[in-house]
């Protein structure tokens, strides 16, 4: 998909969030454009997601509430969080939030993401959660796959019982754990190889054939997950992490939001800044 048209509907998201009387501090692209498995065609057309942190105002700090609303638009859902939940987000390695991290297509208020010069030391430190998110995420979308659900109606119609969608991210999942147990940067896991993209792409538009076919093959893609994880944490022990990254988002967060909330000097010929 054409980077304007990504960017275009990016700037018509954050206003529609202005117009509702958020302050945006940064809004991100999430989902399919990010791994290069968007699809643009007559028989599938691929939305355009995001996700948008906004500044807490005085109010939701004196009475501790933090947003989270979701909006549909005419691109797409847009997600919106509080920024002081960024952190928290992160704490996990959600996968859904860490790629948030290595998109190219955002629009931040301080012009250029601060938080991404962490990302790669978060996914050393935290890796092991990360490989328990991957998987955990791996096996909602194998409970997904023949689920009748909002949305899903017309995928399991097509395809006798089954949404080749959820498949595609199932094998999507298993690709990525095996590329980071062989020592791949996320960065590099995230856009996998072109091979692998098409072979994705191939199922989630025309599917795998029968339903007994996609059946069997989640079944595999969930139990080479589970040999995985057992390997990069066994079972019965305690994971090894560092927090020292999630510690500089959240000092940055505080930072962001601190300055923004905060009284500007007075420019007025009294000076009474000075007082």
């Given at each position: 998909?054409?980077?304007?048209?990504?960017?275009?509907?990016?700037?018509?998201?954050?206003?529609?969030?202005?117009?509702?009387?958020?302050?945006?501090?940064?809004?991100?692209?999430?989902?399919?454009?990010?791994?290069?498995?968007?699809?643009?065609?007559?028989?599938?057309?691929?939305?355009?997601?995001?996700?948008?942190?906004?500044?807490?105002?005085?109010?939701?700090?004196?009475?501790?509430?933090?947003?989270?609303?979701?909006?549909?638009?005419?691109?797409?859902?847009?997600?919106?969080?509080?920024?002081?939940?960024?952190?928290?987000?992160l704490v996990k390695m959600n996968s859904t939030y860490l790629e948030l991290l290595y998109t190219p297509y955002y629009i931040c208020d301080d012009i250029k993401d601060p938080f991404r010069?962490?990302?790669?030391?978060?996914?050393?430190?935290?890796?092991?959660?990360?490989?328990?998110?991957?998987?955990?995420?791996?096996?909602?979308?194998?409970?997904?796959?023949?689920?009748?659900?909002?949305?899903?109606?017309?995928?399991?119609?097509?395809?006798?019982?089954?949404?080749?969608?959820?498949?595609?991210?199932?094998?999507?999942?298993?690709?990525?754990?095996?590329?980071?147990?062989?020592?791949?940067?996320?960065?590099?896991?995230?856009?996998?190889?072109?091979?692998?993209?098409?072979?994705?792409?191939?199922?989630?538009?025309?599917?795998?054939?029968?339903?007994?076919?996609?059946?069997?093959?989640?079944?595999?893609?969930?139990?080479?997950?589970?040999?995985?994880?057992?390997?990069?944490?066994?079972?019965?022990?305690?994971?090894?992490?560092?927090?020292?990254?999630?510690?500089?988002?959240?000092?940055?967060?505080?930072?962001?939001?601190?300055?923004?909330?905060?009284?500007?000097?007075?420019?007025?010929?009294?000076?009474?800044?000075?007082?």
């Amino acid at each position: 998909m054409e980077k304007e048209k990504i960017f275009k509907a990016l700037r018509a998201m954050c206003n529609k969030l202005i117009q509702d009387g958020h302050e945006v501090y940064v809004i991100y692209l999430q989902g399919s454009q990010n791994y290069g498995l968007d699809v643009s065609t007559e028989e599938y057309q691929s939305d355009i997601d995001a996700k948008a942190f906004v500044y807490p105002s005085l109010e939701d700090l004196y009475r501790g509430k933090k947003i989270s609303k979701t909006y549909e638009t005419e691109y797409g859902q847009i997600e919106v969080k509080d920024l002081r939940c960024l952190p928290e987000l992160l704490v996990k390695m959600n996968s859904t939030y860490l790629e948030l991290l290595y998109t190219p297509y955002y629009i931040c208020d301080d012009i250029k993401d601060p938080f991404r010069q962490w990302r790669d030391q978060l996914v050393e430190e935290r890796k092991q959660l990360l490989f328990q998110t991957l998987h955990g995420t791996l096996g909602q979308k194998k409970d997904n796959l023949c689920n009748e659900r909002p949305g899903a109606e017309a995928a399991l119609k097509k395809f006798g019982g089954y949404d080749p969608k959820e498949l595609h991210h199932e094998l999507r999942l298993l690709f990525m754990m095996q590329m980071l147990q062989l020592g791949f940067s996320y960065e590099k896991v995230l856009f996998l190889p072109e091979s692998m993209r098409e072979s994705l792409i191939n199922i989630k538009v025309h599917g795998v054939g029968s339903l007994e076919t996609a059946v069997s093959l989640s079944k595999t893609y969930k139990a080479d997950a589970d040999i995985i994880l057992n390997e990069v944490w066994p079972k019965g022990t305690d994971p090894i992490f560092k927090n020292d990254a999630l510690n500089a988002i959240e000092e940055k967060v505080h930072e962001i939001v601190i300055n923004h909330l905060s009284p500007h000097p007075c420019s007025c010929p009294c000076d009474c800044s000075e007082e």
